[in-house]
């Protein structure tokens, strides 16, 4: 049995470790590393990690002084998560908010990233890093303490919080705590925790640190080691001066008393240099390392199948493997077949290339920062080496930066799109770090064990899906059931999208549509038989959950968002069963639903609520609105229920037969830092990532809100007919004229919804008032809970409002899209791209930010000016032109090569939408209604305020409301009639109908930006 040794430096001397009294073993001997049996293991305060060039600087100084492990101390990294630089793995913990500030870390060399079996960021003080060695195990707490100038009480909370992770860490395993603790706890009489050789004079967080160690049983090894001055000294303060030296002990290494005798050395090495006015304190640690044995998840590269001689042949290979098995009767062996077939297919030719990527930094910038690190006595010389060296980084980051862009010159010109904008999210730096969180119980302390996630997740889940159902479905033999046709097969697959994530199966979609008829033939059959049967095979019960955070800094399993991964070709068969019921089922839903039905969606439901409350408040109805907000009601369905209603809908006996086993038989488990957890019943709720679980969900929706509302004659009078909801899936807006039909509504709706499972959520749920006239005192109550009145709400992505005006939500669209053109302004200020790219890219992600919902906007002189500022604030940037520069508008615009667009954008919409609501009269009954219907009331005296219909009226050569009805219902005459129309005249001809071209000289150029954006709508204005 391998043995730390005995005896230390110190002087002290202990029984050895797996002797009796002592501690056993706590990992059986496994495969060992070639690594040397001194591990160092480094803490540094390095100021920040966020300029560039200094985690290659770390890097290179690790290489020099044959460091394994070093600590940082005030990273200045936010967020938490882990990256990987020239084969070493960063670990980083940081502020949730993004600002760089504070923050830990630790990089490990690639022999030692084998090793780690767990990160935990605790906070942007503190984190946790284990690491599987021998004889035994290590655990790291990397930490950055507050300085002088923050409250004791801060310092205090840290040392506790670093105790509850102590107290999970097991007792045999070697502790180490390490890093920037801004306390000095000089020379003293040595005790069992504090040695007699320190530095300096003690303060009051040396006190602190000293009852931390006692109370924690750590020793500080850096007070234990008899050095000269020079060895012991971790911080130079700004005072220091050659003739006046001013320096402190301010970071230590901590390590259990246990086994400090695992300690050699510890000492600091001042020769080091990292532009920090600290220096690193460096422990020799006598041990081996484990090398871990991970599940490593092998990725294929779908993209390959781009190359024609790929395809082809994974073409031929897939179409070969699969019928080799053409006589096989077992569906569970049929569907292994397939799946093996696919996967052998996929190892032979959809490998990704393991190219390493290119890094900016050179030889000759990191040979400039040794010269410098030489160079430290000489403080003049050091300052012209760095100055050198900021130039050779810029100039590198520059010629790496010309690189990027003529790959994505390139890509554009070959038309790649995919790789375009991968490219264009690696040059802005939106995707080269691995984000992580942590996980709390329901006592609030940090979980550290990887099996002890495991459980926690598998009792979240156990909890979210539990119910109490009939163990077994009860259904009659199914008497119809069409069979399933090789058309129908096709067709499905043809509909699969791309670029999805395979299920347990890891079969792609791109596989599946490289099938060929004989194969399609085989795969009809199968599912013909499933189909017939009932019998779904056993891996296509099985889901399997990732967790994302819904939020930075999430800690508790509700704050995580679990993401389904099912069988592509179970979405398949789905596929054909959706397409038989949905016409069945989308009949029994209300026009008032805009949730996952064709050809409405958000835009439809910000319209309807838009447009109808601005129409209210000109007629003076007050309106008492609930913003319901329910508590995860996709998991709350239940299945009893929910078979019921499908029952009634008039679906055949076989694909109810299917929707039934599937979900009476189902499992899932959830993948965490590659485990998984047992796999757990599912109870209730519908499937997430199933194509047909959105159209039951509405039914379901639909059954409550019908039992709730529909004998009652409360709400908004709309053409006779009394309105008083507006759904998007789940969100529910629930509105009426006066507080007491509102909180009946509410009642009703509470009660059915509670009795199918959905329980509203009281402290999400919001209660406005809209009104002329101020109205206090007026409270609305749900199970006896009073709602919060609010004066604004962001619904489905937008802010609403009491005043419902558009200017707040215009002014927090700006300001969003402002935010991702920062984030994105090495892409657009740089001038190795062209202008076309530029714009082109700006009209991708920051216009698709800024115009969302842009539809339901109703404009005014003051919102425009905004509008158009926004747009020349984002033109003189990409230009680099400064406000001292006092360069107009119009000079700007000609650099730029255009005119304005944004507010012609607006407007185009704007029109492009009321012309397709007023075509389409089966589909937008109810939007309709909303435009034109009566709704009862009077107007008051004075001028109206500019509503949404109103709004066209301001904009110049817009025809009147009726004239646009008229004419977007004829517009196949006039578009014969534009037809006839020679082509110069006809643009000049469009453009005249059109509603957004100012009377006065018309520029060619803009009929050629604008011309695209009206040939599909141009012709309702005529």
Known sequence: MAMLSTKSNSGVSSPPVGSPGRTVMSQPRGERLKCRSKLKICTWNVKTMS???????????????????????????????????ENHKI?????????????????????????????????ERIMLLQIQASPINISILQVYAPTADKEEEEVVELYQEINKIIEKIPKHEILIVMGDFNAKIGAVNRTQYIGAHGLGNRNDRGDLLEKFAESSDLVVMNTFFELPPRKLYTWKSPQDKPERIVRNQIDYILVNRRFRNSCK????????????????????????????????????????????????????????????????????????????????VKEKYLKPDKRKKKSWM???????MEERRISKNDPQKYKNIQKAIRNKIREAKEKELEDRCTEIEFLQQKHDSYNLHRKVKELTGTCNRKQQGKLTDSDGNIIIDKQEKLKTWKEYLEKLFEDQRERHLQMEEPTNGPTILRQEVESAISQL???????????????????????????????????????????????????????????????????????????????????????????????????????????EALFAIQVLFQRCRDVNCDLYICLIDYEKAFDRVKHDKMMEILKETGINDKDLRIIGNLYWNQTANLRTEGEHTENVKIMRGVRQGCVISPLIFNLYSERIFCEALDEMEKGILLNGLRLNNIR???????????????????????????????????????FMIISKNKITGSQLYINQTAIERVKQYTYLGTIINEDWQNSQEIKSRIGKAKSTFNRMSTFFKTHNLSLDIKVRLLRCYIFSVLLYGVESWTLNEDTIKKLNAFEMWLYRRILKIPWTARVR?????????????????????KLQYKGHIMRNESRYTLLQSIMQGKIFGKRGPGRRRTSWLKNHGSIKQTPTFPDCSRQSKNCYNNREHSSRISTPRRCLFLLKCSSFIVVGRIKKNIIHLLLPYLVPFNLFFY
């Open 728 to 766: 998007y899936a789940d969100d529910t807006i629930v509105f009426a004229e006066n507080l007491e039909d509102l909180q009946a509504l509410m009642d009703n709706i509470t009660y059915h919804s509670n009795q199918y499972g959905l329980n509203i959520n009281v402290k999400k749920t919001k």
């Open 497 to 603: 999208k791309d670029g999805k994530a395979a299920g347990p199966d890891e079969i792609n979609s791109e596989i599946l549509k490289l099938f060929d008829e004989e194969s399609v033939i085989l795969l009809t059959e199968m599912l013909n038989t499933i189909y017939d049967s009932g019998k779904i095979p056993s891996e296509w019960l099985i889901s399997e959950f990732i967790a994302l955070p819904k939020k930075p800094g999430a800690k508790k399993c509700e704050e995580y968002r679990t993401i389904s991964l099912m069988s592509h070709l179970l979405k398949l068969f789905l596929k054909i069963i959706h397409r038989r019921i949905y016409k069945l089922c989308e009949s029994r839903i209300s026009p008032n639903q805009f949730g996952f039905i064709n050809a409405v969606g958000t835009r």
């Open 889 to 909: 508008n119009e000079e700007v615009l000609r650099r730029m090569k255009k005119d304005l667009e944004i507010m012609n954008t607006v407007k185009v919409r």
């Open 265 to 344: 050395s510890v000492r600091t090495y001042p020769g080091a240099d990292l532009e920090s006015d600290h220096v690193p304190l460096v422990g020799v640690f006598q041990t081996n390392l484990k090398k871990v044995k991970k599940r490593i998840l092998v990725k294929h590269d779908m993209r390959r199948l781009r190359d024609p001689s790929i395809m082809g042949d994974v073409f031929q290979d897939v179409n070969k493997e699969i019928q080799k098995n053409k006589e096989e009767v077992d569906i569970e062996q049929k569907v292994n077949h397939i799946k093996e077939s696919v996967q052998k």
């Open 91 to 123: 670990y980083y913990s940081g502020k949730n908010d993004g600002v760089h500030e504070y923050g830990v870390g630790v990089i490990v060399s690639p022999t030692v990233a084998k090793c780690v079996t767990n990160f935990t960021p605790v906070s």
């Open 362 to 368: 050179t030889e000759e910038i990191l040979g400039m």
């Open 51 to 85: 300029k560039e060039g200094k985690i290659e600087n770390a890097i290179q100084e690790m290489k020099r002084m044959h460091i394994e492990i070093m600590g940082i101390s005030e990273m200045r990294w936010p967020n938490s998560g882990e990256m990987q630089v």
